[in-house]
């Protein structure tokens, strides 16, 4: 109630009305600039900035001992999963199996990275067509191999 009172609460409240007048989301903005693009350390280890899911979109056993028959079953997984995001048809995650998660991020997931810049990054997303080509990035050790993921919109 103190701040809300005072007239730096209501300054503030004033400017969180304008940024909902022209966001869909007025925290969001913030929190990806400020918890993500502003900082310097590698995201999947410290930021996990998003999780593919809780399990409950993948199949296949979970310890195949043929690492090739397991990293085969991974891509096939990845690659259903990406069609489900892209169609829309990725049922949300749930917190405690209850509440549900946004899943607009999830978009976000393929084909994305973090170009570095001078004081924030920036994310750039690419997109591929459905009648296009595109490839899988396989790292064993300190080689990296390009694999086609979709040749002419084909998996």
């Not at 899943?103 to 997931?109: L, N, T, V, Y």
């Amino acid at each position: 109630a103190e701040l809300e009172n005072s007239d730096e609460g209501k300054k503030l409240h004033k400017m969180l009305e304008q940024k909902a007048a022209v966001s869909r989301n007025w925290l969001s903005e913030w929190w990806e600039e400020f918890a993500y693009l502003r900082g310097r350390l590698p995201l999947p280890t410290y930021a996990n900035y998003f999780c593919t899911d809780s399990g409950s979109n993948l199949h296949g056993p979970s310890h195949e001992p043929d690492q090739v028959k397991r990293v085969s079953m991974l891509i096939g997984a990845a690659m259903d999963f990406k069609s489900r995001v892209d169609s829309k048809s990725l049922l949300p995650l749930r917190i405690r199996g209850v509440l549900p998660v946004c899943m607009a991020g999830m978009r976000r997931i393929f084909g994305t990275t973090r170009v570095p810049g001078a004081e924030k990054d920036d994310i750039t997303t690419f997109q591929v067509a459905a009648n296009g080509n595109a490839h899988i990035l396989l790292m064993i050790g300190s080689c990296l191999f390009s694999l086609p993921g979709q040749v002419e919109g084909l998996r």
